[in-house]
T-cell receptor, first 117, second 110 residues
């Protein structure tokens, strides 16, 4: 099993450009999410999905779009990149579940480091 | 929304015991998780507490007090490889949504 695969690992963009960060998982996880990590800010949730066709906003959704057409894939789109979006982006997945379903352990991808000039 | 507080840095000597605290404010609390992240790497799951008390996994233990909105991660017999950042995360509200703290950087010295 590959787990959670993110591409690209590194990307440099100019302000105003658009791009898509790809995320794929092969564990048949229902839940997928995108986090950004900035120094001193921890991991902040951008968007998440509890299944194909269902997405919802996290803490910092502005400037990002997502879609979930299949169970396996959850791409993150930057519509018009800004320097404030310079960050490390992590995709993570888990089995979905309710209150008593346990930890919903997140499996993270290796991360995508994005620099916006 | 949710908020979590944990110390930004902790330093400890190899072989010692260290405790990393986490306090949280949230509604609809389900449980508290801990993740480890080495520099340049991805976070990895360590432990989860849904009920009050201590959970032990090898050298690592995690504690939760729901009434105090408080938990901690206890690392025993510290090794140099334990130098990493440690994040607490609350599972609250929407079932699978995790909100992370800002992380505690642990440095283990000789």
């Amino acid at each position: 099993n590959a787990g959670v695969t993110q591409t690209p690992k590194f990307q440099v963009l100019k302000t105003g450009q658009s791009m898509t960060l790809q995320c794929a998982q092969d564990m048949n996880h229902e839940y997928m999410s995108w986090y950004r990590q900035d120094p001193g800010m921890g991991l902040r949730l951008i968007h998440y999905s509890v299944g194909a066709g269902i997405t919802d906003q996290g803490e910092v959704p502005n400037g990002y779009n997502v879609s979930r057409s299949t169970t396996e894939d959850f791409p993150l789109r930057l519509l018009s990149a800004a320097p404030s979006q310079t960050s490390v982006y992590f995709c993570a997945s888990s089995y979905s579940g309710g209150q008593f379903s346990g930890a919903n352990v997140l499996t993270f991808g290796a991360g995508s480091r994005l620099t916006v000039l | 929304g949710q908020s979590l507080e944990q110390p930004s840095e902790v330093t400890a000597v190899e072989g010692a015991i260290v405790q990393i605290n986490c306090t949280y404010q949230t509604s609809g609390f389900y449980g508290l998780s801990w993740y480890q992240q080495h520099d340049g790497g991805a976070p990895t799951f360590l432990s989860y507490n849904a009920l009050d008390g201590l959970e032990e996994t090898g050298r690592f233990s995690s504690f939760l007090s729901r009434s105090d909105s408080y938990g901690y991660l206890l690392l025993q017999e510290l090794q140099m490889k334990d130098s990493a950042s440690y994040f607490c995360a609350v599972k609250a509200g929407t079932a699978s949504k995790l909100t992370f703290g800002t992380g505690t950087r642990l440095q283990v010295t000789l």
